[in-house]
């Protein structure tokens, strides 16, 4: 996943965008254009530097292929391991760090790796 999401990400995709795509192939998924569409306005943090979006994408993806309470589980572990490697969630903090200062491909790269890893961490607990 992460090489294809910085690969989309380069593209054009914005990062809830190239995260959910790399999923989709990653997972086998079935995800309509119109999933993409919803994500538009999902990037800089709302637009404003809040919340990082990679934290809405890892979510979403999560929420693809689990139920509710691992969803949950896996976006505490996320959440918990993006803000320990950053010292920071919100976009507008993120963005003045060496790795984010010219785009945030690097991020965006490390984040899906997490999702990846934290997939593979379940699957193996539910085996």
């Not at 795509?21 to 119109?34: F, Q, T």
């Not at 589980?73 to 903090?93: E, G, H, M, P, W």
């Amino acid at each position: 996943m992460r090489k294809r999401s910085v690969y989309y990400y380069l593209r054009g995709y914005n990062c809830t965008q190239c995260i959910i795509k790399a999923a989709e192939e990653r997972y086998n998924l079935d995800i309509p254009k119109e999933c993409y569409d919803l994500c538009k306005g999902l990037n800089v943090g709302l637009g404003i530097g809040g919340t990082c979006n990679l934290i809405s994408a890892a979510t979403m993806v999560f929420g693809l292929l689990f139920d509710e309470r691992t969803v949950r589980r896996l976006r505490i572990r996320f959440i918990d391991t993006f803000q320990s490697n950053y010292k920071a969630v919100n976009c507008s903090q993120l963005r003045k760090l060496r790795d984010c200062q010219n785009n945030c491909s690097y991020i965006i790269g490390e984040a899906a790796y997490l999702i990846e890893k934290l997939i593979e961490n379940e699957e193996k607990a539910l085996n």
